[in-house]
């Protein structure tokens, strides 16, 4: 079993839609989640970050944790054509060497005039 | 200044070349990192260095390299690559281990040729 898991899509949504990109990790005892936007060619830029149970929001973006369930979830609300990017979900992982930000495969988001 | 610079953006070298990469915060951050990133995969963790210390060696060919020669500059020295190894390679910083996103860089694309 992977560490992150994401679909890694396309997911194509019209615009002004509410995207919604999955994440499902491995680790138990992670406590750090985050979510990461790259943009063809580009370095991945930080978001998301969660690290308690339920939603969190920032402007367009919320994000939902269920540690119990072992999943993260990034909405996007009134999706925009600039938001079209791969979405890359992470997870501190504790190893014995030390906390390793671990990143999902990442889903690619179209959205569509 | 909330940046990582990285530098060079660009390199091409051969497989007897030696060449260095070179990154830079003045965040405060204490945790650096090196992650290598294929085209179409997630950032892959190379190494972690924090507080000047290696971390973590992701068990990374010795033909890679990394220096931290203080809290602010994370060098990685590539000797002898191969092909394979043409990849975005990317810096960053974090306030510790374990704590907070993750800040990139904007990647140093490498060919190997």
């Known amino acids: 079993q992977k560490e992150v898991e994401q679909n890694s899509g396309p997911l194509s949504v019209p615009e002004g839609a509410i995207a919604s990109l999955n994440c499902t990790y491995s680790d138990r005892g992670s406590q750090s989640f985050f979510w990461y936007r790259q943009y063809s060619g580009k370095s991945p830029e930080l978001i998301m970050s969660?690290?308690?149970?339920g939603d969190k929001e920032d402007g367009r973006f919320t994000a939902q944790l269920n540690k119990a369930s072992q999943y993260v979830s990034l909405l996007i609300r009134d999706s925009q054509p600039s938001d079209s990017a791969t979405y890359l979900c992470?997870?501190?992982?504790?190893?014995?060497?030390?906390?390793?930000?671990?990143f999902g495969t990442g889903t690619q988001l179209k959205v569509e005039l | 200044d909330t940046e990582v610079t990285q530098t060079p953006k660009h390199l091409v070298m051969g497989m007897t070349n030696k060449k260095s990469l070179k990154c830079e915060q003045h965040?405060?951050?204490?945790?650096m990192y090196w992650y290598k990133q294929k085209a179409k995969k997630p950032p892959e963790l190379m190494f972690v260095?924090?507080?000047?210390?290696?971390?973590i060696n992701e068990s990374v060919p010795s033909r890679f390299s990394p220096e931290c020669p203080n809290s602010s500059l994370l060098n990685l020295h590539l000797h002898a690559l191969q092909p394979e190894d043409s990849a975005l390679y990317l810096c960053?910083?974090?306030?510790?281990?374990?704590?907070?996103?993750?800040?990139f860089g904007s990647g140093t694309r490498l060919t190997v040729v």
């Open positions: 969660i690290y308690s149970n």
């Open positions: 260095y924090s507080y000047e210390k290696l971390s």
């Open positions: 965040m405060g951050h204490r945790a």
């Open positions: 960053a910083s974090s306030q510790d281990i374990g704590l907070g996103g993750y800040t």
């Open positions: 992470a997870v501190n992982i504790v190893t014995g060497g030390g906390n390793k930000l671990t």
